[in-house]
């Protein structure tokens, strides 16, 4: 299987250039996290997914939080994601994706987004388009400067069909179109599967997203949520190798691109996902609660998750979507123990009893 290897730190002016010349003021936030990452040899966090809804107009077939919505639950308040954003910028946070479900359904989204610190952090928000349009230039004022917009068919009935929402794709281009002309950075996001491989409509959206000027994300497919009794979830040899291939397309990324020095599965290191309910999870797609931000500060969780063994450093490839050990022989157990236990210490005790050399055997 294709590995990243360490980057040349010529490319670090490359790599974030772009952002800084939006974003001056990340600055001395960056420097001081590749100093306390490259010369005092500490953990660094980069970003946060943020999520602060589950709430959601589409019904997704293969929704990733399907399983951890629980409506008894309390989503956090303002008070509540202000308090946590600024607990995770001083730990090094200098990226904050607003998610969900769709975040733009919260009712407070105009009062969360100035409590993220847009002034302080790279500040972007995660979307299945359908009401972008209408909010762009408001969310441009309000200091997004990025917008991620998921896609999942290059053909608008296809699109639409796995979104079971009728007339997703016309709305989502239209609000790229209207985000584009704010000002904001867009990347479309897709995920990776047998089907979508096998029938070309992969690469006719990365052209798609080409021909637009655009990014587009490659994830991998999970089998967690919907699709966690989805045995044919998981691309084939060939099929990642056509996955890898793609990603040396200069307009083509995966979430591992933006790390600090070296490309790698960020989740639990670099970057780390909180629910709406607060649970801190290592990624969106590895459902295992570390801790709550309502019970604990950030750091502590943040700590505690980087003494796990296969978090004390980062891994070549997605662990959940592409490490063949933890997909084959960690995943179904944590899913069991978060989905069906709803027992969140045996789901750590899982993650904590996996050993890392068999883990990078797996890459």
Known sequence: MAKFGRLNLLDLPRKHGAYLAQNPQMLP????????LLVKKEPVLRGVELAITYNCQARCRHCLQTELIEPERREFSATEIERTVRECMEVGAIYINITGGEPLLRPDLFDLIPRCRP???????????????PMAQRLYKAGIRMVTVSMDSSFPDEHDKIRCFHGNWKLLMDGVKTAKKTGMKVFLNTIATSENIKSGDLLRMSEHVRAMGDVLTVNLPYRVGAWRHKKDAVLSDEEMKVYFGLLKEPHVRWEGTSNFVKQGCPAGTE???????????????MHVAIGNVRERSFAQIYREMRAVPMFREGHDVCLVGGNKYFRDKVLQRLNKATYVDRDPQKAREIISSVDPDEVRKGQ
């Not at 302080?120 to 009401?131: C, D, F, P, Q």
């Open 271 to 285: 970057k780390v996902y909180i629910s709406p309910y607060g649970d801190v999870f290592p990624c969106a797609v």
């Open 29 to 36: 936030r960056i420097a001081r996290s590749y100093w306390k």
């Open 119 to 133: 002034d302080k952090v790279l500040l972007s928000i995660a979307t299945n388009g359908i009401l972008l349009g």
